[in-house]
T-cell receptor, first 113, second 113 residues
């Protein structure tokens, strides 16, 4: 069966510090991978998606970047965090070719102080 | 902008009652999905209904889709305290080998024992 992991679960970082959040998927090959951000009490905003290694698409301009160094690894990064980067970050995967359901990781709660 | 808008934003009912949540969207879709999120957790996929379907059931869940009105509803019958969570609709649109999923702002459901 497939599983998706995210870490860390929680993170408190000062403004201006770097960020690296990691997401890995097990039990599948060549998944589509997604990063979402959820502000408090709000819906999800798609940040990045990837259909393959090294292929990253950005949905919104921002202070963040994403990379996919391996087939089942998706990393969200920032060189300098802003207060507005605080939120709940969710990684998700699904299979391409018309399979629609997305499966979400447990999320990382980021607080920038 | 959010594709899906849920209504109501918050709903409080007694255990055993039915809960109905509505979702409206603006553009064409391939499918519409409903997810559940317990506080501070990742999202769990509940049910997916394709654009050529009108109704779908899964256990105590019933989803309807009216593409002419660009709306969907989620009915939870015989609610339980454990159903307390936020519920999100998400529209899916296949685009270039991956599925773009756009989430609404969610309905916060409280089931009172």
């Amino acid at each position: 069966s497939q599983t998706i992991h995210q870490w860390p679960a929680t993170l408190v970082q000062p403004v201006g510090s770097p960020l690296s959040l990691e997401c890995t998927v097990e039990g599948t090959s060549n998944p589509n991978l997604y990063w979402y951000r959820q502000a408090a009490g709000r819906g999800l905003q798609l940040l990045f998606y990837s259909v393959g290694i090294g292929q990253i698409s950005s949905e919104v301009p921002q202070n963040l970047s994403a990379s996919r160094p391996q087939d089942r690894q998706f990393i969200l990064s920032s060189k300098k965090l802003l207060l507005s980067d605080s939120g709940f970050y969710l990684c998700a995967w699904n299979m391409g070719g018309g399979t629609d359901t997305q499966y979400f990781g447990p999320g990382t709660r980021l607080t920038v102080l | 902008s959010q594709q899906g808008e849920e209504d109501p934003q918050a709903l409080s009912i007694q255990e055993g009652e039915n809960a109905t949540m509505n979702c409206s969207y603006k553009t064409s879709i391939n499918n519409l999905q409903w997810y559940r999120q317990n506080s501070g957790r990742g999202l769990v996929h509940l049910i997916l209904i394709r654009s050529n379907e009108r109704e779908k059931h899964s256990g105590r869940l019933r989803v309807t889709l009216d593409t002419s009105k660009k709306s969907s509803s989620l009915l939870i019958t015989a609610s339980r305290a454990a159903d307390t969570a936020s519920y999100f609709c998400a529209t899916g649109l296949n685009s270039g080998g991956y599925q773009k999923v756009t989430f609404g702002t969610g309905t916060k459901l409280q089931v009172i024992p």
